[in-house]
């Protein structure tokens, strides 16, 4: 598992879909850089993501609201006060962690456990295993799964409560040690504010302390009248943006999963008072929906529901995504009820109100949120699709199978060589293809390295063009996933690149 994992991050580098920031300098951790590849994935995740919320639905609108904001925004959001990590440092390694991930992390173990009792019982009974049933009864699974559940919810308690002694009770009573020396040795547990801090303005006293935005849900809400009146929507309606975030991690690890500069896709949905957990329900399965509509595999997503909640929250839950290190959040839907708006209205002393024709009265509505990590995303594809195959003749290639929609380059066209016209051939077709499809041009090479090089980029088709081509007008059309060729006329390629990339 850990060597799929380094196996994707050093394909993403050596194909230029990521590389570290600033890397001559040896990096900043966890800042990552969007190379040529990485950044044509990126925006078509952004395209698939923005015509399913935006152009799909007649009752949502864009914005791109700005990074830095009046610093009271986040003294409203409850951000300056409450967006914190609990912290731990181990005294004998002097590393720092998130107390709540170790015990998360142990949790897991226990999970480790119960699955492994579960398919060592499968095993055994075969054909004729009821899994529902063994794990519905099996005593050992139920141990676990009642430990885990106890000590989440202890978890839960102490931080609501903001008792941090008990959080390193609990990390003392389970004996949690550091992952990577085995010490036991723990410091005790405190705060820590993810924002980062900038300032606005040149001199020392008239400048302004600012924040970095940790989340880009706020400049929606302070645009919410801007956008309601001049777009005049009804609720229910919804305002989506996807743009930069900022949060100073603790613990930065996972390449892109958990980066301290990273984009997000939100979309918060304005509803009546009263219809929001109706709202949350049905936003909650059309978000997995846009996901196993990409066809990764149902088998790959989870729901899981929050108990702990959010300061904001009546209702949360994931959509978690098994990556190489397990499943874990990939998406957030919750349900913040008047809380933001509320709070603005307080803080700003400007009504945030809606007036609603059909009960003729003004009121704060309600809001559902569905937030994405742009990056988390990428990141899921890029590990999922990533495959190491053997062939019939024994011989192995690299293919990245992604959804030819997201693809970077749509389209290799590769002459078999360079002399008799053929270069020159092929080049026309690149021409006249290029307004519609990122499509890239080789000529170096065997054609057996390109079709390699194309599959680990992810490329859905190659067009070779060889000597036949300049008398028949036909090319060899080769499917990067079952690498059959086939010969089509070069009139048809529009069309045929057409059906397999678009959305
Ligand atoms: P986590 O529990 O993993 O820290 P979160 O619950 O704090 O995430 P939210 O505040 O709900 O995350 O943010 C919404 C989405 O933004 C997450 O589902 C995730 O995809 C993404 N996200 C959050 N933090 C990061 C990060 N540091 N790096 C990359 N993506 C992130």
Not at 206 to 213: P, Q, T
Not at 427 to 433: A, G, K, S
Request: charged share 30%; proline share 3%; aromatic share 12%.
């Amino acid at each position: 598992q850990e060597d799929a994992f380094k196996k994707v991050v050093s394909h993403a580098k050596e194909y230029g879909f990521i590389f570290p920031s600033s890397e001559i300098y040896d990096g900043l951790s966890a800042v990552y850089d969007y190379g040529q590849n990485g950044v044509e994935l990126k925006n078509n995740i952004k395209q698939y993501w923005w015509k399913a919320m935006v152009q799909l639905n007649d009752n949502i609108v864009g914005i791109d609201s700005a990074i830095l904001m009046h610093p009271t925004v986040w003294k409203a959001s409850g951000h300056v006060d409450a967006f914190n990590d609990p912290l731990i440092d181990n005294k004998d390694s002097k590393k720092r962690f998130r107390a709540d991930v170790l015990i998360e992390d142990y949790c897991a173990k226990l999970e480790d456990k119960a699955t492994k009792e579960i398919e060592k019982a499968q095993k055994r009974f075969g054909e004729s295993f009821d899994k529902a049933q063994f794990e519905s009864t099996n005593e050992r699974v139920l141990q676990y799964r009642a430990k885990q559940q106890q000590i989440l919810q202890r978890m839960a308690r102490s931080l609501e409560a903001n008792d941090l002694a008990d959080v390193k009770s609990l990390i003392e009573e389970l004996e949690i040690a550091d992952p990577d020396t085995g010490s036991k040795n723990w410091t005790d547990v405190r705060q820590f504010n993810l924002m980062f801090g900038t300032k606005l303005g040149a001199s020392a006293d008239s400048a302004m302390d600012l924040y970095l935005r940790p989340e880009t849900a706020q400049g929606i809400f302070v645009n919410f009248q801007n956008v309601q009146k001049t777009s005049r929507h009804k609720l229910p309606f919804g305002i989506a943006q996807i743009g930069k975030a900022f949060r100073n991690e603790i613990v930065a690890r996972q390449f892109i999963f958990r980066m301290r500069e990273f984009e997000q896709m939100e979309m918060q949905f304005f509803v009546q008072p009263g219809t929001e957990l109706a709202q949350y329900e049905a936003w909650k399965q059309k978000r997995l929906n846009w996901h196993l509509a990409l066809g990764l595999g149902q088998e790959n997503y989870r729901f899981h529901d929050h108990e702990k909640l959010a300061h904001y929250a009546n209702a949360a839950a994931d959509i978690e995504f098994k990556f190489p290190f397990g499943f874990k959040e990939l998406e957030g839907i919750h349900s913040r009820t008047d809380f933001d708006l509320k709070a603005h209205e307080e803080f700003s002393g400007r009504k945030l109100q809606y007036f609603d024709p059909e009960r003729n009265e003004n009121y704060v509505p309600y809001v559902v949120e569905t937030s994405i990590g742009l990056d988390r995303m990428f990141l899921a594809l890029l590990s999922h699709c990533l495959k190491e195959e053997t062939l019939v003749d024994g011989s192995e290639r690299t293919v990245l199978s992604l959804p030819p929609a997201l693809a970077p380059v749509k389209a290799a066209i590769l002459p078999l060589m360079k002399k008799d016209g053929l270069g020159e051939y092929a080049q026309n077709i690149f021409n006249d293809l290029k307004y519609d499809f990122n499509l890239i041009y080789e000529e170096k090479d065997s054609i057996g390295k390109r079709y390699r090089r194309n599959d680990a980029l992810g490329t859905p088709y190659c067009i070779t063009v060889d000597h036949d081509s300049l008398t028949d007008h036909t090319v060899t059309l080769r499917d990067r996933d079952t690498m059959e060729q086939t010969r089509v006329p070069v009139a048809g390629l529009r069309s045929i690149i057409e059906e397999k990339t678009s959305f």
